[in-house]
């Protein structure tokens, strides 16, 4: 492999470049919600429209990352990194300059393609040139950049618009964007190993209707009145998931690698990883909620009261990896969920009203600590499970995993609120208070399920080699 030739300098230069591609591509994701009003006012579209901004990033993503081994394993490492943040400057391009919306989504979804190349393309990059025993470390750094870009976007992007137009938002990620390229280009190398592969056309169609149909009915199902087109995209969509399977497990050389479901660690920890990215966006998308609905503060206040802890989360997600290859994935996993069920919980039974914010937020960090601990390394378990040559597969079927899971979670767990209140004015801060009292316990339930699970995890986390 091409790795074990790397000095450990160029070794260290490497996993920079891939984390700063990544934490750019996930930040890219934040810094736009900002910037939604003055874009309505602009283009002269409504809220339902200007969030497609959000919807086709997620679109593009989902569509991609089931097609990322393909891509790994029919391009070199170089070549891949250097066509992803490409796509990503020209989708920032076409956002910096755009004269229409439907020129800015266009860049949006630029932007998501690339992002969806590279998150998986990042994490098969640290499994292939750490070793096993360090392999937990490697993902914790992923934790700590991936999930410092959400806490810090807001702010960012929020400084750039109170002082500039919201074009700026591209303005200031288009240079960063073309520092990494060039150093993709001198110093990136090819650690991945190529293998005979075909494009198999009707499983990519199959994928992007499938994937693409059931996370764009289930984002858009509660926009929906009737949700007669929502249903129907979900249905379609689950019918071409059927059938991208199916198709999957006939071919001699599939373009997702099935197969290593056949793994039950590995399998396992797909179902684990499921539940944990659920519980972090629901959280996530509760709390601001409640702070505004609920308690009747501002939204200054609904994004300081998420601060503390996702920097908890990305902090806690080193500290996780370094835990992970002293101790193994197990116990960690157990620990993590535990403090799930007990913050769950505690919301349940403690949220009024009057809660003060410090509660909020310090149960909120809580939260973030254990998802942090479950995280990064059960997918490092899971993984390990996992030969080499299999790798950017097992990558990119839990990517896509906690994609389309996660947003059939976030979509359960927030029908509760809206089934609290219905019939009654969504207003009423007592009614909606309800609503999010039943989410945290349907969360609650959630995080039992996956602590349950967590025990079925095999202690050794050097499965692979044993």
């Known amino acids: 492999m091409a790795s074990e030739f790397l000095s450990p300098v160029h070794r260290k230069l490497m996993v920079a470049i891939a984390l700063a591609s990544s934490f750019l591509s996930v930040l890219t994701q934040f810094l736009l919600i900002t910037a939604f009003p003055k874009i309505m006012a602009e283009f002269e579209i409504n809220a339902s429209e200007v969030q497609w901004l959000t919807t086709s990033f997620m679109l593009a993503v989902a569509v991609l990352i089931p097609m990322t081994a393909y891509l790994i394993d029919k391009f070199k490492t170089r070549t891949l990194m250097i066509s992803a943040m490409f796509l990503f400057s020209l989708g920032t391009v076409l956002g910096l300059f755009s004269p229409s919306f439907e020129v800015l989504l266009a860049g949006r979804i630029i932007q998501g393609i690339s992002s969806g190349i590279m998150m998986p393309l990042m994490q098969t990059i640290l499994f292939l040139v750490y070793p096993r025993g360090k392999r ?23 400084v750039l618009i109170n002082h500039f137009e919201w074009r700026s938002v591209f303005l200031f990620t288009l240079p960063v964007a073309a520092i990494i390229l060039i150093f993709i280009f001198l110093f990136m190398r090819n650690v991945t190993e190529q293998r005979d592969t075909e494009i198999d056309f009707l499983s990519i169609f199959l994928s992007s209707i499938g994937f693409g149909g059931v996370l764009y009915g289930f984002n858009m199902i509660e926009a929906e009145t009737a949700g007669s087109s929502a249903m129907i995209s979900i249905i379609a969509g689950f019918a071409a998931i059927i059938l991208f ?21 590995f ?20 709390l601001p ?12 206040y609904a994004g300081i009261v998420v601060a503390p802890g996702a920097l908890t989360l990305a902090v806690m997600s080193l500290f996780a990896g370094n835990l992970y290859d002293k101790y193994g994935g197990k116990i960690i996993t157990i620990i993590g969920f535990v403090l799930l069920s007990v913050s769950t919980l505690w919301y349940y039974f403690g949220l009024e009203t009057t809660s003060s914010f410090l509660f909020t937020a310090c149960l909120f960090m809580v939260s973030m600590a254990g998802v942090a601990l479950i995280n990064m ?27 389309f899971g996660g947003s059939l979670g976030l979509t359960f767990i927030i029908s509760f609120i809206t089934r609290a209140a219905a019939g009654n004015d969504m207003a009423d801060p007592l009614q909606f208070l309800q609503g999010v009292k039943t989410a945290f316990f349907v969360a609650f339930l959630f995080s039992v399920t996956g602590l349950l699970l967590s025990l079925l995890i095999k202690r050794d986390r050097q499965t692979a080699e044993n």
């Open 136 to 158: 937990g470390y490697a993902m914790g750094l992923a934790g700590l950049v991936i999930n410092v870009a959400p806490a810090i976007g807001p702010p960012i992007s929020g």
């Open 245 to 265: 399977v199916v198709r999957q497990l006939r071919l001699k050389t599939p373009i997702l690698e099935l197969r290593v479901l056949k793994v039950p660690v």
């Open 267 to 286: 399998a396992l920890v797909a179902i684990i990883s499921i539940i944990s990215f659920s519980l972090l966006i629901s959280i996530e998308t509760i």
């Open 289 to 300: 909620m409640y702070v505004q609905n609920a308690q009747q503060l501002s939204p200054l």
């Open 377 to 403: 390394p059960l997918m490092t378990a899971g993984i390990n499970a996992l030969p080499d040559n299999l790798i950017a597969h097992g990558t990119a079927i839990i990517n896509t995993a906690r994609q």
